[in-house]
């Protein structure tokens, strides 16, 4: 297989199509507007999202503590990626509720409104105000519990370098492993337990393990097309039974990201090239997709665009309009105040066969 350079990878256009599936899901949920027959639900686009994450973020971790010896650069990085864009969205999406007359402007001046900046601020962006509860499904933020789940994550990850790098790669990820079992069935007891499991990585562990594996091991599988086929013979059944019953319980998170974690590394760093140039050349969407969508969705139904399929697709290009503006605007800026680039740390995920 000739080489490509490291930035020639699909992962953020695989991170876009998954924050799409995202979208096409809660459109058709939300809008009653039956599209291309529920495929997206074949789709885990939240775990694709959280094993890209596994994968490149624990290598920016193990990259950045080789070449400064200290992590301050790691989570200043971690900060400059997720929280501009939540406090855009957090300041800005109350004064697009008051443009679009679905909540007054003396509204705002409600102590919720406090609560809501400041959760965002900390990085906790679904608390749900009052405020806009008559506003299409009441929540425009829903979606965004996945942003402490991340956070967590990043929390945890100069602890798994470290480990790693003290005792083993295997002695690390064991007790992730246990995690990506133990974290579903603590999710299952509901109350509070469930509660906080949720807004952490534990929930969603199995994706950041299969993640951690394949930033290590991805050099030593091959890389072939023919077992990207099989794997999706497999990945494929498993997910419409973990779909259609409960019987798998808390193993279900793992039986699907082991196979689905395959498939996105292997489409990932060998998927066409014209794909890599397409996010190079409009920018990293995903993101800017993801915390803005549920929000244009509720603005279609507040004025009452529901039930039709093609308002779907709208709903797609309204989304990814706005996500370009988040990007060109906010994104891209804020990570221009990088002090060090872990670039070389991700140019290093196919050859970490040699290294180990």
Known sequence: MPERRARDNTLDFLRLFAALVVVVAHSQTDLRAPFAWGASELVDGV???????GLLVYKSGESIYRRTGRWRDFFWNRYLRVAPAIYVFAASAPFLLVALGAVALPALANPEMIVWLGASF?????YDPSVWQDFGTGVINGQLWTIPAEVSFYLVVPLLVL?????????MLTPMIVLSIVGPLLSAQGGLLQTVVHHTFL???????????????????????????????????VKVFALQTDVVGPIEPLLIAVP?????????????????????????????????????????????WTDDW?????????????????????????????????????AAVAQSAADA
Not at 163 to 171: I, P, Q
Not at 314 to 343: D, N, P
Request: charged share 10%; aromatic share 20%.
């Open 260 to 304: 689905l974690g395959y498939l996105v590394v292997q489409f990932g760093y060998n998927g066409p090239l014209v794909l890599a140039r397409l996010t190079q050349r409009l920018g990293d969407l995903s993101y800017g997709t993801y915390i803005w969508h549920v929000l244009v969705i509720n603005a279609f139904i507040w004025f009452g």
């Open 163 to 171: 480990l790693a790098r003290r005792f083993g790669f295997w002695v």
């Open 203 to 237: 929930e969603k562990a199995a994706f950041f393990t299969v993640g951690i594996f394949w930033a290590r091991y991805w050099g030593r599988v091959p890389a072939n097309w023919w077992l990207f086929g099989v794997v999706l013979a497999v990945y494929l059944p």
């Open 47 to 53: 775990g694709m999202f959280f094993i890209i994450s």
């Open 310 to 346: 093609w308002l779907v697709l709208i709903v797609v290009g309204v989304t990814l309009f706005v996500a370009w503006l988040s990007w060109h605007l906010v994104e891209k800026r804020a990570l221009s105040l990088k002090r060090t680039t872990s670039r070389e740390g991700v």
């Open 122 to 126: 900390v990085l906790l962006p679904n």
